[in-house]
């Protein structure tokens, strides 16, 4: 079946650090990808998607490239803030007849000032 | 636009008691999803409906029934609360289900059953 591995958290950085948040997957056929974000007390918000391989996603400073030969789709930011401090979730869709987004445990970044 | 919104915030059952989530989407989306979110495990799927008039079994569906009433609603019932469905329940939406199909999601509803 199909899952997602990302890396164990809670993630602590410094504002302006260098934030990587490693994701691997297992899917059948040719996923989509997906980079889901959390802020305290709220509701899942798409940061990023990539749908076919050596796709670039990226957005608010995020990035993140489909990577078909590792299966990974590490999520990645130059300079971190404090406003960024959340629980970042990766996700596949594999389609295949089934609309379910198949989720990674998430994992919680806190910035500090 | 609201987006997706789900009634009640949060919600403290007794076991054996029952309660219908409620959810709505103006964005004329045809699929709708019910997730329950619990510590360390990620978002599950419980329960989805493709379009209106079919719903169908996700994840995690035992304990729980759904109804899309219309276009815009999908509705998440519990028969008998039990601990173990205390949970942050999610409700979601997309437009056609189809691949890579972004899905917004509602607040949240907190549900505690004691």
């Known amino acids: 079946g199909n899952s997602v591995t990302q890396m164990e958290g809670p993630v602590t950085l410094s504002e302006e650090a260098f934030l990587t948040i490693n994701c691997t997957y297992t899917?059948?056929?040719?996923?989509?990808l997906f980079w889901y974000v959390q802020y305290p007390g709220e509701g899942l918000q798409l940061l990023l998607k990539?749908?076919?391989?050596?796709d670039k996603g990226s957005n608010k400073g995020f990035e993140a490239t489909y990577r078909k030969e590792t299966t990974s789709f590490h999520l990645e930011k130059g300079s971190v803030q404090v406003s960024d401090s959340a629980v970042y979730f990766c996700?596949?869709?594999?389609?295949?007849?089934?609309?379910?987004?198949?989720f990674g445990k998430g994992t919680k970044l806190s910035v500090i000032p | 636009n609201a987006g997706v919104t789900q009634t009640p915030k949060f919600q403290v059952l007794k076991t054996g008691q029952s309660m219908t989530l409620q959810c709505a989407q103006d964005?004329?989306?045809?699929?709708m999803y019910w997730y329950r979110q619990d510590p360390g495990m990620g978002l599950r799927l419980i329960y989805y409906?493709?379009?209106?008039?079919?719903?169908d079994k996700g994840e995690v569906p035992n304990g729980y029934n759904v109804s899309r009433l219309n276009k815009r609603e999908f509705s998440l019932r519990l028969e008998s609360a039990a601990p173990s469905q205390t949970s942050v329940y999610f409700c979601?939406?997309?437009?056609?289900?189809?691949?890579?199909?972004?899905?917004?999601f509602g607040p949240g509803t907190r549900l505690t059953v004691l």
């Open positions: 979601a939406s997309s437009g056609r289900g189809a691949r890579g199909d972004t899905q917004y």
């Open positions: 899917a059948t056929g040719y996923p989509s």
């Open positions: 990539a749908t076919k391989a050596d």
């Open positions: 996700a596949l869709y594999s389609g295949a007849g089934s609309y379910q987004l198949t």
């Open positions: 964005m004329n989306h045809n699929s």
């Open positions: 409906s493709a379009s209106e008039g079919t719903t």
